[in-house]
């Protein structure tokens, strides 16, 4: 692929200016959770559409310190336990507090939701991001810009 199809990386700074949007966004929590399950954990469209809570939770029904993304959720058999960043893990947090309250909530269901579905699709998650890159003038940005963020700032960390 070449240099001019690939997502672009984005700046702390940017990362900031979404955080800010999607603040003030219909459901600001959730929105916060997907984007730092892009640019933090560095998961997919198809991963964070994926993501179920039992992935999340430790065997005493609180959340861990880990993702452990199964081989169904992710890209062919790229299943993986991934560390959470510490801002994502309290986001998360905040998320799983507020669903666990309501009358079906179950380990098996899906972290994200819309208000009509108990689930969502990765082209709903794409769509969500090619909306918020496009408000914010963000040009060359996508839902793998996140991904593609923390595989740069990982890489750059490790090099060092």
Known sequence: MSLQKQAKIMTPQQEKVVLSYVSESRDPLRNKVIFLLSVKAGLRAKEIASLRWEM??????????????????????????????????????????????????????????????????????VNLFIRWYS?????????????????TYIANKISL
């Open 56 to 125: 999340l939770m430790e065997s005493d029904g609180g959340l861990g310190d880990y993702l452990n993304l199964t081989n169904q959720a992710s890209k062919g058999n790229g299943g993986r336990k991934i560390p959470l960043n510490a801002f994502l893990k309290s986001s998360l947090t905040d998320l799983f507090l507020l669903v666990r309250e309501r009358p079906h909530f179950s380990p098996e269901r899906s972290v994200i939701r819309t208000e009509r579905s108990a689930s969502t699709s990765p082209q709903v998650i």
């Open 135 to 151: 408000a914010l003038g963000f040009v060359g940005c996508s839902s793998h810009s996140g991904r593609r963020t923390f595989i």
